[in-house]
């Protein structure tokens, strides 16, 4: 295997600074983008931003680790199937780069100043960085496996409820109306009247990167793709969650329904989510 470091540059250092890099001119843009464009749905929603934070990240890696594999959302056709099989072609490759260069498009698009950039690496289908940054915040969520998770230099650790009752707990709602949509909402009406209250902020990246922090109890979304869930379920584990999908299973690259913990009301929150599935 290539070496873990170039020419004096990390895997986690060029992560880092794609991270920061395309934070940075992603900000500079709120409020300020020229074209909007629609995807899968009409919900489904993309800017000339997204297009070029990608293509600034895509062109730093290739330009430290050429040999490496890159798989970010906007060079994928949209829809699920098209992303599952693009995933597909990838996943084995012995370094792959899987990038969310806006984490939060439609927040961006309304000025709302919740999203993120989310970059990670995986080595053999085995994630082994993952960066989340929120430039409105310049917060900074890193983790390197075996190494733990930091947000602006600090360790970080889940938080401590033990129960459902005492969770805060977030979820997201898919531009996919067809099947991911309604088998949330009714993840959500099963969820909402057990849990001390229910968050919905827009990133999912940010969502696994404030559960990583304790700032959230959990996060579960049905119907997401790798490049929305990679980095942030590194950070979780490396702060001491659980990231499974919403049956329980353990977390991989595939992953598209996702139920992430502090670990202590996994199981609680498992049950309540397999219920509402089974109802659906
Ligand atoms: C979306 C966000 C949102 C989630 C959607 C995602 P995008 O990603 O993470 O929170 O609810 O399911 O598609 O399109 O803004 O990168
Ligand atoms: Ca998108
Ligand atoms: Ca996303
Ligand atoms: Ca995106």
């Known amino acids: 295997p290539q070496a873990a470091v170039i ?3 990390s895997f986690t250092a060029v992560a880092i600074n794609c991270a920061a890099k395309a934070g940075e001119w992603i900000k500079t843009k709120l409020g300020n983008y020229s074209r ?30 050429p040999h490496h594999s890159f798989l970010g959302e906007e060079g994928v056709e949209p829809g699920p199937a098209a992303s599952a099989k693009a995933l597909e072609d990838v996943k084995d490759a012995e370094y792959l780069w899987i990038v969310d260069p806006v984490d939060g498009t439609t927040n961006f698009v309304h000025g709302f100043p919740f999203f993120s950039v989310s970059i990670a690496l995986a080595h053999r289908g085995e994630v082994i960085v993952g960066v989340v940054y929120d430039p409105m915040r310049d917060e900074l969520f890193l983790a390197e496996r075996g190494k733990g998770a930091y947000v602006h230099g ?7 409820e033990e129960t459902l009752a005492s969770s805060l707990i977030a979820t997201g709602f ?13 993840g959500l009406q099963a969820l909402a009247p057990q849990v001390r209250n229910i968050r919905s902020g827009g990133s999912a990246a940010l969502h696994m990167a404030y ?4 700032r959230l109890t959990g996060f579960w979304e049905i119907g997401l793709n790798s490049w929305d869930l990679a980095a942030g379920a590194l950070l979780i584990q490396e ?10 299973n353990p977390y991989h ?12 009301i996994h199981d609680e929150f ?6 509402a599935e089974a109802q659906a």
């Open 154 to 160: 600090k360790r970080m650790s889940v938080s401590g």
């Open 253 to 264: 690259l595939g992953v598209r329904n996702v139920a992430a913990s502090n670990g202590k």
């Open 211 to 214: 559960t990583a922090a304790g």
């Open 7 to 9: 020419g004096g540059k």
């Open 36 to 65: 909007l464009d629609i995807k899968y749905s009409p919900q489904d929603l993309v800017t000339e931003v997204d297009k070029g934070s990608e293509k600034l990240i895509r062109s730093l890696i290739l330009t430290h680790f």
């Open 239 to 248: 702060s001491g969650g659980v990231v499974t999908d919403t049956n329980g």
């Open 174 to 186: 898919s531009a996919d109306q067809q099947y991911a949509l309604p088998l949330n909402m009714k």
């Open 270 to 275: 498992i049950g309540a989510l397999k219920q």
